[in-house]
Every structure is written in C-alpha cells, then in structure tokens.
C-alpha cells in the first residue's frame, strides 16, 4: 500500500470520526436551546392593567409571555409553545438577559437582569432556577448545556492521548535507529561508508 493511500485513509478515517462525534453532540458546534419551564411572578408593577410580561437577551427579540398575568401563581410550560424557545446559549459566551413588565407610562420595570450562561444549568437534567426574592422565581430548561462540558472534556482527553501515542512512536522510531548502530558496530560497518 503507498504511503498517499494510507494518508488519504487516514485522513477519511479522522474526518468519518469527528463527523459521528460531532453529530452526536450538536450543542459543540451549534448553540443550545433554552426554553422555560416555569414561572412564577410575585409583585406586579401595573397598578390599572394586567401585567405583560416579556423576557429578551441584548440584541435579541423580546419573547412575549401572554399567560402570565398573576401573582402567585405557577406557570408550567412544556416547552412546545409558540414562543418557545427563549434563547440559544453558546458554551463560552454568556449574555445579559432579563425578564420585564411593559409600562404604560414610564419605562418598563425590571423583574430581574443577570449574565445568561451555559454554565449555569446543573446536570444531569439541565435545570437552572433563577430567583429573585418579591420578584420572580423562574426555572429554565436546557439539556445541551450540561453536555458541552463534557463534550469539551473527552475531546482534551482525546487530544492528550494523541500526544502521548505520538510520543511514544518517536521514542519507539529512535530506538530502531539506535539499535541500528549497534548492529554496524558488531559487523565492522561503522567504518566502510
């Protein structure tokens, strides 16, 4: 077999590789989706209508939540609503994120604005519980996000052992060379060339 064969192998055999990894983890190359599960608002700032409640990351949509229009009351979604999902979170960049009543006179009020992560949500179920005390008490929804740690975990861990392999072939081409040597000296060759 020549060695272009092999190569070209080689290389197939790597890209056929990362491409099952990474369509088995799509959250490594694309962001992960959050959605809401519940909320719950504690106080509201409208004192002649019925609150509007929106929740919108920096530079993105605001996201509209229609049902929520009392305190004290627990809001369940399953995450198949028509405003669903709330945002897409990449693995290393957070965004500023809130949740707000709309005003009819002054500016909107501020139920809560924090720095919105991946890294938040906890494992194994993907839950992150955001609660703001006379506010709101809120429970996101995002199972890629517990899976991107890992994910970057076993592709370092993958990456150390290449290096280690590699490693490890060098030593192993040296040897042959050294052994090389000793051979020519038992022969008498050392000195022919």
């Known amino acids: 077999m020549s060695i272009r064969h092999l190569l070209n192998s080689r290389i197939f055999f790597h890209f056929l590789v990362w491409w099952i990894f990474f369509s088995c983890f799509p959250g490594l190359i694309s962001s992960a989706v959050v959605t809401l599960d519940s909320i719950e608002i504690f106080n509201t700032h409208e004192w002649i209508a019925k609150p509007t409640v929106y929740f919108v990351c920096k530079g993105e949509n605001t996201t509209v939540l229609p049902d929520v229009t009392k305190t004290g009351v627990v809001y369940s979604f399953k995450g198949e609503e028509s405003w669903q999902p709330l945002t897409e979170l990449e693995s290393k960049k957070c965004k500023r994120c809130g949740f707000y009543e709309k005003d009819t ?46 994910v970057i975990a076993l592709v370092v861990a993958y990456k ?28 008498g060759l050392s000195n022919v060339i």
């Open 105 to 150: 006179f002054k500016s909107d009020d501020v139920y809560d604005e924090w720095e919105f992560c991946a890294s938040d949500f906890k494992a194994p179920d993907g839950k992150y519980i955001l609660f703001k005390e006379k506010e709101l008490n809120v429970t996101f929804h995002c199972p890629e996000c517990t899976s991107l740690p890992a």
């Open 160 to 187: 150390y052992w290449q290096k280690k392999k590699r490693q490890q072939d060098q030593a192993r081409f040296l040897k042959l060379f050294e052994e090389g040597d000793e051979n020519e000296d038992e022969l």
